[in-house]
């Protein structure tokens, strides 16, 4: 919770309730969820949050830097709070992202093609394939 604290001073966001409530479901959430996933959760606790306003809550979160946009995959934009470096493996079937750690995919070189054009902020990798369930399916 700090860095939203830290972060939301920095940048003159005011810190309401209903904010709070947002990131902290956010922040409890493994699955990367959708602003939908996260409006049907909240809604529960807080019956009167509108989908409007965490949609866009969560969509200041990535601007301020405390969320990160998982990359599109052309559905809604799903939301990860884990903003230290790692690693995704997306099943194709069902859509769950999975984190994982590895050094050497940290360490991944920048094709000098790539360095030589742009500015390069944040390597991951994406993992794609067949999760356990959708295996056995
Ligand atoms: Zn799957
Ligand atoms: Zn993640």
């Known amino acids: ?3 939203f604290y830290q972060r939301s ?8 309730p209903q904010r709070t409530a947002i990131y902290q479901e956010l922040l409890k959430a493994k699955d990367h969820p959708s602003a939908d996933i996260i409006y049907k959760r909240l ?3 807080i019956p009167n949050i509108s989908f409007d306003t965490v949609n866009r809550t969560l969509l200041t979160f990535s601007k301020i830097g405390i969320a990160n946009i998982v990359e ?3 559905q809604p934009k799903r939301y990860d709070p ?4 790692h690693h995704h493996f997306r099943c194709i079937l ?3 992202i999975i984190d994982f750690h590895n050094k050497d995919y940290d360490n991944i070189a920048v094709p ?5 054009q742009f500015t390069v902020m944040n390597k991951k990798v994406v ?3 067949l999760c356990n369930k959708c295996r056995k399916r």
């Open 112 to 116: 000098e093609k790539i360095s030589r």
């Open 9 to 16: 001073k920095e940048c003159g966001l005011k810190i309401t």
């Open 127 to 129: 993992l794609e394939g």
């Open 72 to 74: 599109g995959y052309g």
């Open 43 to 45: 809604i529960k606790k």
């Open 94 to 96: 069902c859509n769950n």
């Open 1 to 3: 919770m700090d860095m």
């Open 82 to 85: 884990d903003m230290n470096i």
